[in-house]
């Protein structure tokens, strides 16, 4: 008889985990249940839809009616799962228990929102959904001033998308940096003047206290001053949706996040869960710098997992997901900034003493037209002179060199074996001679042996 | 007393060669002796500098004086070294002996012509000076068509200015690709394509016979069908600067080229030559993909040969020149081509069974404006499933990727390790949220199933 798959969320994670065993299994019977209007979109691509320059029919990359006829999986919008029974295998959904032999759980995470008054107001947006945009561009059709709650990569990205649509910016964080944790600061300052440039206001060390208004938001609190606004949008972070997990006695993390097996198996008290797999912003990961958790709530690592446990749930072969380092990018104006691995923020979180290394150039030759400044900062710990992080700032390419760096973190390269054993392409038009990556690295080693 | 070095050759190994000797050592006497006019430019600027993309003044990165004044570094020009006396350690030119404690060769390779007929006449001119560079602008003032010899990297990427310069041009190549040797014909055809869409001809498969002219040249023979033009260019490929080494009676590998020490010393009779360095075109490298000679004529590793060898003449330490996967880009018309490690044929050549892997995606996500195709290819050895060699068509963005996967060659990787241990930074405008690089490795890793 035909094998039953149910996927409970229809983000990244679920739909990858959809396809994955539908390809591996011709037969299986497979269904998606989603809270969500619709399936399958990227988050990260709310920014550029609500400016325009992506188009929401595009960042939908299929309907519910393409599952459904070219790949035989049917997709239950808008649907809440009840409850999920674990030892008769069944889920709950608008009155009706569905059987399954597997199941995937990928409801993804939840956008933090501070516990504060006037967090309901009218025109107070999170931005996750494609309806969550959708609102938010019709209503920036009668708003003029934005405050944006957050001031990580999202809210960076949303805070440019706005300004180049003509509107009054507002970014009001509570560290003293922007894109906290993940960046260090002085690469985050480079970030933040840019922005500031192009006439982004930044209210730093403020945590927001209120949000003011009577029908819909006037203005909003932050460290005792008040900053007036049409709309007010939170990019203050997402959290594991832990619902159904917690529901069922699922074993929760010290980072708050689903404890996992390499397979994507949950665990309850301590016991390996048969037959359910899980997926995306609400597993806790390992981290492949450090021994220790770390979270990924990253579109790729969604993507990734999603076809692990999609292959896991119809396969008797089980495959492994590995330790994370999870290198991130983003596009904030004219600027890329990636980085991987830990910052110096994360790594003293760990405990760690690191030594860094930074280098400035250029992408291209020095006389080859339109080259951009590339800057590549690299961390080593202390100790063991293993690359445990990086950071790029560039006008161009900056996301190869940071998945190339990825590959020295996650094998324990030492800076000085990265000297050696590293080699980078060359022609005037793609890069310097020799790479700043390389140039970093060698400033790295000149530090440790100090 | 302060040490005195001596680097014959004023290319980029030489040059660098030159400079970390002096970084490292502020008292040491250091003199340059290169027969050419010009010091420290880049060979692979060339096809830019006729076309007018970069200035010669740009492209020549120092003139000697700067040399002489901000690093104390003698660089005498249009000098030719007569011989070497390594028992006396004295360098003659100009009929003067000067002494030296150490030595670095850097003399680099000579351009290849074939031994016809007629590569004597005017207007027949080779890519390796920016003398040749300026001598090929003029000429091409009063010249419509040109035939190239070689359709290697450089070769293409004349071929490209000097149509986009409005010349006829015809490319003449012995193999049946284009970038034989280092690119598979697949990819190769990829570019040849794109190219004849330019309006550049190709006569593939035909050696040239013979270059025919009374005063300067008129037309070129190939297979025993001839082609007017106006100008004959060799891009024919580098062979090892050898003379001096020669003469000293150093021993030479079976690539013909130097056999060096990893601290870049030569050899004499199996013996280590004291106090002689080497670096650039004219040093047989180590495979770090197979154990085996290669050959790395790159500008990248030209450079770094040239700061460890300055480094060894002028440090009691030593360091370590490593084995090579050699990447390489280039820049042709509007794609950028990579690769790294071996290629299908030279895998054949070392005798190893191979198994490739290949996906085809875009540069951005789907939904975001601007992406470009991005093809990767990687192959794996079939016994081991090694990571050996890769290769990329891209519209942009090629160069940090084949850094990437230079790393995993270089390391051992096996596909299926790097499914596991390697991760993308993602976002829209930089990349897929799965890159086509970890889809390529997918896309290997079933093929190394069957």
Redesign the interface.
């Known amino acids: 008889m035909a094998k039953k798959i149910i996927v409970i969320g229809s983000g990244?994670a679920g739909m990858t985990a959809a396809s994955t065993a539908r390809s591996k299994d011709p037969e299986c019977d497979i269904t998606v249940f989603t809270q969500d209007e619709d399936v399958a979109y990227?988050p990260?691509?709310i920014p550029?839809g609500i400016e325009g320059?992506?188009?929401w029919t595009?960042?939908v990359?299929h309907e519910p009616e393409f599952y459904k006829k070219e790949r035989g999986i049917k997709v239950l919008t808008k649907t809440t799962v009840e409850s999920v029974d674990d030892a008769a295998k069944t889920v709950t959904a608008n009155g009706k228990a569905y059987t399954y032999d597997s199941l995937i759980i990928a409801t993804g995470g939840k956008v933090f929102i501070p516990p504060i008054e006037g967090t309901g107001l009218n025109n107070v947006f999170i931005v996750r959904t494609v309806r969550d945009g959708k609102n938010i561009q019709e209503t920036l059709k009668t708003a003029k001033s934005v405050v944006i709650g957050g001031a990580g990569?999202i809210g960076l990205?949303l805070a440019v998308s706005l300004r180049n649509m003509g509107k009054d910016v507002v970014v009001i964080e509570m560290m003293n940096q922007v894109i906290p944790r993940i960046a260090d600061k002085d690469m985050a300052d480079n970030i933040q003047a840019h922005l500031e440039e192009m006439g982004i206001k930044f209210v730093m060390r403020s945590p927001i206290q209120s949000v003011n208004g009577t029908d819909k938001v006037e203005s909003v609190t932050a460290d005792g001053k008040t900053y007036p606004c049409d709309i007010m949008i939170f990019a203050t972070g997402v959290r594991a949706n832990l619902d159904i997990p917690k529901a069922l006695g699922f074993d929760i993390g010290q980072l708050g996040a689903l404890i996992v097996s390499p397979t994507l198996q949950p665990y309850k008290r301590g016991r390996l869960v048969p037959d359910i797999y899980v997926a995306g912003d609400l597993v806790q990961c390992e981290s492949?710098i450090m021994n220790g958790a770390t979270m990924s709530q990253?579109?790729?690592?969604a993507?990734?997992q999603g076809a692990i446990a999609g292959n896991n749930a119809v396969c008797g072969e089980k495959r492994?997901f590995?330790p994370?380092?999870?290198?991130?990018?983003?596009?904030i104006g004219e600027k890329?900034i990636?980085g991987?691995g830990l910052s110096q923020g994360l790594a003293s979180w760990y405990g760690i003493d690191v030594v860094e290394g930074k280098a400035v150039g250029l992408t291209r030759?020095?006389?080859?037209?339109g080259g951009k400044e590339l800057i590549v900062k690299v961390l080593a710990e202390k100790k063991s002179h293993r690359i445990i992080g990086a950071q790029i700032i560039a006008g161009?390419?900056?996301?190869?060199?940071?998945?190339?760096l990825?590959?020295?973190a996650?094998?324990g390269?030492t800076a000085e074996d990265f000297l050696?054993?590293?080699?980078?392409?060359?022609?005037?038009?793609?890069?310097m001679?020799?790479?700043v990556?390389i140039s970093a690295v060698e400033d790295l080693c000149r530090n440790l042996a100090q």
Chains 1, 2 share one sequence.
Do not use: H
């Open positions: 990244a990227s990260c691509a550029w320059k992506s188009k595009e960042i990359m990569v990205e492949a990253l579109g790729s690592t993507v990734k492994i590995g994370v380092a999870s290198p991130w990018v983003s596009f890329q990636a991987t030759a020095r006389y080859y037209p161009e390419e900056a996301t190869g060199r940071i998945d190339w990825t590959s020295a996650i094998n390269t050696i054993r590293s080699e980078n392409a060359y022609c005037p038009p793609t890069s001679v020799k790479d990556v």
